[in-house]
């Protein structure tokens, strides 16, 4: 197996890069190679797993086809229906001179947007006031009004950007200044892991964790859903809510940190710090935490407190421009799948498992990703807009047996990954965010 991915994948978490057992075939439509990047991260973070068990990649197994599978939903309900994962204006835009993307998921960035553009909250109104600003003029106002926008990028404009220049300068895993902590045994099963992240790639990381024994607990602000997405990723953990504006949601808070083994966050750079809760106040709180976070445009740079979601990053990093190109379009063309969420999910999964693996050697863990940085490493190897075998899901893709949620039956993917002859199994159905009250199992 040759994998263009693996060796900076495994040089940046600091594993053996012995080649995984890999099967399945064919690749997704992509100006990037996805499906070799969807397996090379399924597989690090399986990797990182049996390599607790004193084993390494040979140990693990991925089914390339289902990992690309998984990089879109996995989840196909029966009966029932999933709302759209994008808002009415949530798109790309023509300006005067190139394009732009709005992020309008969220109620508070759809109303900075609008506040911006002076408009009704119509399409066609959005879309007649974003054709008279520059691209890049508007992204900065959008995001000075704290919302969220992307002007298109080049790939040669990207390279030349200030914040393209920091985030390829950046490691793809930022490992921070290890510290003594008290040893523990790297075990996973019945870990606690307190996850603060939202749509998409922390959600997915911690939902692998949970497919293998952890116990994850989510915690979402009052009145934060993701209607599209809790489906697909709050398989296998406990969902609570808290406002940590409120003293004693900030107590409750301080004592589920205080006791959990591991901590993914995925909050704007800033936002912890301003709570109380930056990475001093967390080490202290808990020594052996093992801390790994998340961000869309990294730690460094002018975009540094940045908010982003994989389109955006697309937007910005010069994929939408080069899939406009080679396609010969007239409009950014994005990848099939929002690859940069699910390849840092997996990789997040990654960081913390060898986090894990510190934690057994009496050292402590913080690692910090981002969207953008990942995108660095998927440009590195060439895709085709049309490749020999495109894959697409058929029935004999889905596990034989229907799945309970929250909202009706549905059928999920088979796993695309197996480790020691394991496959992931959740042994909680998925629901609705803050269905749970804020405390471990």
């Known amino acids: 197996m040759t994998n263009p991915y693996w060796p900076e994948i495994t040089r940046a978490l600091d594993l053996t890069p012995a080649p995984f057992q890999e ?73 005067a001179d190139g394009f732009i993307r709005l992020h309008t998921n969220a109620p508070h960035h759809r109303d900075a947007a609008l506040s911006v553009l002076g408009c009704a909250p119509e399409p066609e109104a959005v879309r007649s006031a974003v054709s008279r600003w520059q691209a890049e003029a508007l992204e900065s106002a959008i995001v000075a009004a704290k919302g969220c926008a992307a002007a298109l990028h080049s790939p040669d404009a990207w390279r030349a950007h200030p914040q393209g220049r920091a985030v390829a300068a ?31 790639a922390g959600p997915v990381a911690t939902r692998l964790l949970a497919g293998f024994g952890a116990e994850v607990l989510r915690i979402d602000p009052p009145h934060w859903s993701e209607p599209a997405a809790e489906a697909e990723v709050n398989l296998g953990k406990r969902c609570a809510g808290l406002d940590l504006t409120r003293s004693e949601d900030r107590e409750t808070f301080r004592r589920l940190l205080a006791s959990a083994d591991m901590l993914l966050h995925g909050y704007r750079p ?80 990654a960081a913390a498992l060898r986090g894990l693996a510190r ?52 059928q999920r993917l088979r796993p695309p990954l197996t480790v020691n002859g394991q496959p992931p199994v959740w042994r909680l159905a998925t629901g609705p965010v803050r269905r749970h009250a804020p405390a471990w199992a």
């Not at 996995?74 to 029932?80: C, D, E, I, V, Y």
């Open 359 to 410: 934690r057994a050697e009496g050292r402590t863990t913080r690692a910090e990703l981002s969207l953008a940085r990942t995108a660095e490493c998927l440009k590195s190897a060439p895709g085709s807009l049309s490749p020999e075998h495109p894959i697409t899901a058929t029935p004999e893709d889905f596990a034989p047996d229907p799945e309970a949620t929250g909202w009706g039956p549905a």
């Open 170 to 200: 950046e490691p793809l895993v930022r490992w921070h200044r290890s510290e003594a902590c008290e040893a523990r045994p790297a075990r996973l099963a019945g870990l606690k892991v307190l996850d603060l992240t939202r749509v998409l």
């Open 270 to 349: 800033g936002a912890l710090e301003g709570l109380g809760f930056g990475a001093e106040a967390r080490r202290a709180l808990n020594p052996g935490l093992i801390d790994v976070s998340l961000s869309a445009y990294g730690r460094s740079g002018p975009w540094g407190e940045r908010r982003g979601f994989d389109s955006l990053v697309q937007m910005s990093c010069g994929i939408a421009a080069l899939g406009r190109q080679q396609a010969g379009l007239d409009r950014p063309l994005p990848l099939p799948v929002q690859a940069l969420d699910h390849g840092t999910g997996y990789l997040l999964a």
């Open 23 to 95: 099967t399945g075939t064919g690749a997704l439509p992509s100006v990037h190679a996805v499906s070799d990047f969807a397996a090379a991260t399924v597989a690090a973070a399986g990797t990182a797993l049996a390599r607790l068990d004193g084993r390494g990649a040979e140990a693990v197994t991925v089914d390339r086809r289902l990992a690309s599978l998984w990089f879109d939903m996995s989840l196909r309900p029966t009966g029932w229906e999933m709302p759209s994962i994008w808002d009415p204006l949530a798109g790309n835009y023509a300006t």
